[in-house]
């Protein structure tokens, strides 16, 4: 029955497709002159239990001084060729020896047909509590006792599939939102050290059962170190990407904003998809990637666009100023002896020193588009205040508080 089991199993090596000739281990004994061996594998047919096709029992042999090697099934079926279901989580398998004659033996593996290069092989010696790397070709050599095949197992071998890494890219540009998952499927108590591209432990977690995720992290370089009893550790090392940051800005076109005239908005944003203007009148937004509009009132309007691009989106806001008509040019002097423009150098002095009124006035200044170069956060009577101007233009001057409203355009050449 064992010849027919094994040559099945020949025939099943040399006939299986290639790619299912993967994770095949021989456990090989020998020492006194002798030596046997036992195989164990896995396949995506293979049961726990006795597969005819695959499996093969173990004949012992009938001179009380030969060597065996083996491994059981639940049963305690002692088979030679032990085919088990594929590798995805940790599985154990015992080994049981039997030995006549005390003495220095050698335990060595060799894969058939290879094993992940990322999974792990490791072989426990219950007797010394030692464990070793039991990849292809790993030979260790130590002393046995006499024994039987039904006494305790001696050894044990642990496979551990591939630690499998998930990674969550960032959501938005400088969000700390990503993520790394590890798995190390039917692994207990075991542990990892998260760390950043600065060698930096970031994160450190033990007595993990199967899996864990770290989350709300930045994008950069990672490497997670992790350890497991009966499993070689590992490491992976990963990049956590962002998108492109989204900018979000605006000029307008159209010289001397005023009412009833149509207003070229230019969007000059980047890595926008979509866009959403709001005109700060109160009117409908528009959609359009560079609208034009038309205020019907004077006054000051602050402007925002709103860029999205998918999730991430961001705003930015200007104000415009709309005159009630188009103003003429006219030379930088002085108005009256309460508001006063000079010019010193590159740069405009600006004097007030009307009434004082119950609330902090506020000084604009606009270039001729009407975008807002320059403004007080509020100031109290007398003022005076000195604008550098680095480019030659018309420019219009606001004064406003709670007393009077004051405009000014003038003509300034570098």
Not at 13 to 30: G, T
Not at 49 to 55: K, R, S
Not at 352 to 367: H, K, M
Request: with cysteine; charged share 15%.
């Amino acid at each position: 029955m064992m010849k027919k089991n094994l040559l099945t199993f020949l025939l099943f090596l040399f006939s299986y497709p290639a790619w299912c000739l993967n994770d095949v281990l021989k456990v090989k004994l020998s020492g006194g002159g002798q030596s046997d061996e036992t195989i164990i594998r896995f396949l995506p047919t293979a049961t726990s239990g006795f597969d005819y096709d695959f499996d093969a029992w173990k004949m012992l042999s009938n001179d009380p001084a030969a060597i065996s090697i083996l491994s059981k099934l639940a049963d305690n079926s002692l088979m030679s060729i032990n085919a088990l279901p594929e590798l995805t989580a940790k599985t154990e398998v015992a080994l049981f020896i039997q030995i006549a004659n005390a003495g220095i033996y050698t335990i060595q593996s060799e894969e058939l047909g290879g094993f992940h290069a990322m999974a792990s092989l490791v072989l426990e010696d219950h007797f010394t509590g030692m464990t070793y790397d039991f990849r292809n070709g790993a030979s260790i050599s130590l002393f046995l006792n006499v024994s039987n095949v039904n006494d305790s197992s001696r050894f044990t071998v642990h496979f551990s599939p591939v630690t499998y890494y998930t990674m969550q890219n960032v959501s938005c540009f400088s969000f700390q939102d990503g993520g790394i998952g590890i798995v190390k499927r039917g692994n207990l108590n075991w542990s990892v050290v998260l760390k950043n591209s600065l060698g930096a432990t970031i994160h450190a977690a033990s007595n993990i059962s199967d899996s864990i995720w770290f989350a709300n992290l930045p994008s950069g370089n990672y490497t997670a170190y992790t350890s497991s009893p009966f499993t070689t550790d590992d490491s992976n090392s990963f990049y956590i990407d962002q998108p492109a940051p989204i900018v979000s800005d605006f000029s307008v076109q159209t010289i001397q904003p005023f009412v009833s005239s149509s207003i070229q908005f230019m969007n000059e944003s980047q890595n926008g998809q979509m866009y959403l203007w709001d005109f700060g009148d109160g009117s409908p937004f528009s959609s359009d990637l560079s609208p034009e509009h038309t205020y019907y009132n004077p006054g000051t309007y602050p402007v925002t666009l709103h860029v999205f691009n998918g999730n991430c989106s961001i705003s930015f806001t200007d104000s415009v100023f709309i005159s009630s008509s188009p103003l003429t040019n006219i030379e930088i002097e002085p108005s009256n002896s309460d508001f006063l423009i000079t010019r010193e150098g590159d740069a405009l002095n600006i004097f007030y020193n009307g009434p004082s009124s119950t609330q902090e006035g506020i000084l604009s200044v606009y270039d001729i588009s009407g975008k807002k170069i320059y403004a007080t956060s509020g100031f109290t009577v007398p003022l005076q205040v000195k604008i550098p101007l680095s480019v030659s233009g018309i420019y219009l001057i606001v004064f406003v508080n709670d007393f009077t409203s004051l405009h000014k355009k003038i003509s300034f050449t570098n």
